[in-house]
């Protein structure tokens, strides 16, 4: 639908605020489609950053003061890393318009309400939301306008959000052929704490490891890097300040699932050790069994 | 060179034992390329794999009688469970021909020797190897000749092997495609516990850990499945005998790779629940470094 027929701007001034990789590919996906914004502006708090971002031609106007590019602005998306969400809603809180639209890119949601909510000013429309789409690399070159296609957004706005802000962000997410879904902060978090976060974490865990070894079995390692290990780096490759505010900013979901892994782990070493063969096969078979579980639903 | 002139066969009468991933992929390969072997025999101890082997027509002679099957042969290569062959070598030992050369594809080399050293004839050459090449699926349909193409094959003949016999099975995988790396059975067994086996063992339990949460999480999980825990669901969909076999014959390195993993694991989780920024900052920094290191040796 709203490739076939050509739609108004969702926002007459749109502010993306952290041109990483999302905030660059959003950018790049306003800027090609023109049905999102009318004019978009672009701050970073690098300047080299807006530097690049002005070369690569990423929006209308790439602003270096936060309170002059969300002024005017009747919608305004953080991308910065959520560990940055308090400083940088205490700099434009006070500047955003009545009627605006502010939302976000985190991948915790029960902080950025910890966060956002208390310095939200009257009138201003609250919608947190999580693209879960990425790639191991980061910065304004490594975005592009068909990151979120085909990909989950969530939207976690608290209950009496205003209903037409919360349609705003959902038909910019569908024009950048996303789907939707919309749950609270909470079972957002612990969801995205086992489907990536402890992931994540167990990635960037077993890289450590490896690289604790002796010199001889370390060099050996990187020789014969099997897929196992090999597709391990790939999720440890990512950006460092971005998954240390994941990890800090969704502690107590991440800590939980990190416990319950860590218990399941221990009670497979045991069985290797005992040479428990039933336990084990039990515990390989549901591994297929879940795998099997997302080729039908078409996520793998 | 193998593949710009004709070369004579390497064995005359090569049997493989087990005709699933890597016996059929060997299979296949021994039979488009017709100067590994004169003469194909194959065995497994399933009735209806030999029956799909036939109908592949995998080998020149399909021989349900294991003795029957390694008789007068010159090379056999053992593709079944690590843990079949002390069962499997008790059958054919007494039959092995004097010169042949006896080889295998197990993922665990200190418990081939332990297996199969003390039943060995006299006369009769053991070269374990470890094509370092596999898929997420299994059984003779799933083989495919150019399995060991670029992959690394570790060879790990006990000192004083017949250096001519060294060489036939170094030959062997050279024509498949591999490059060839000689180490001793325990270095090779505590490499691939960190690269391969623990990989494995992690993706199985955090598949079981989802599997284990409350029903909503759980369904949750399997349609959010963004590429962390999308990736570990791969590695986890492998062969169940071979994995538990796997696991039971590497047992003192896989524990020791555990427990570090374990207590590296612990560390980063103490960290998030203190904040403390520049460990985890450490740890993330790290698996980049492991990730470049490895995208600098093409192995990534």
């Not at 996303?178 to 167990?202: C, Q, R």
């Not at 221990?266 to 063969?277: C, D, F, I, N, T």
């Amino acid at each position: 639908m709203a490739e076939d027929a050509p739609a108004a701007p969702l926002f007459r001034r749109l502010c993306i605020i952290g041109i990483g990789l999302i905030g660059s590919s959003l950018a790049r996906l306003v800027r090609e489609r023109g049905d999102i914004a009318a004019t978009l502006v672009l701050h970073d708090r690098s300047a080299d950053v807006m530097e690049r971002a002005r070369e690569l031609n990423l929006g209308d106007v790439v602003e270096p003061n936060p309170v002059r590019a969300v002024e005017h602005c009747d919608g305004v998306i953080l991308c910065v890393p959520v560990g940055a969400y308090h400083a940088t809603m205490s700099v434009i809180a006070a500047h955003l318009l009545p009627g605006c639209v502010l939302s976000d890119v985190g991948s915790t949601k029960s902080s950025v309400l910890r966060d956002l909510v208390p310095l939200l000013p009257e009138g201003v429309h609250l919608v947190p939301g999580h693209p879960m789409a990425g790639t191991e690399f980061s910065g304004p070159d490594a975005g592009f306008a068909a990151l979120f296609r085909e990909r989950w957004v969530i939207l976690t706005p608290p209950p009496g959000t205003d209903a037409a802000a919360v349609e705003r962000i959902s038909e910019m997410w569908r024009r950048a052929g996303a789907t939707l879904e919309v749950m609270d902060a909470a079972a957002h978090d612990k969801v995205v704490a086992i489907v990536s976060h402890l992931p994540h974490m167990i990635a960037f865990t077993i890289c450590s490891t490896a690289d604790d070894l002796a010199q001889e079995t370390r060099d050996n390692v990187l020789r014969f890097a099997a897929s196992g290990f090999r597709d391990f780096t790939r999720i440890a490759a990512s950006d460092v300040a971005m998954w240390r505010d994941i990890f800090l900013n969704n502690r107590e979901a991440l800590l939980e699932m990190l416990a319950r892994f860590t218990e399941d782990a221990q009670a497979l070493g045991r069985a290797v050790r005992w040479g428990e063969a039933e336990f084990i096969e039990d515990r390989i078979s549901r591994g297929r069994k879940v795998r099997r579980s997302l080729i039908e639903m078409k996520q793998a």
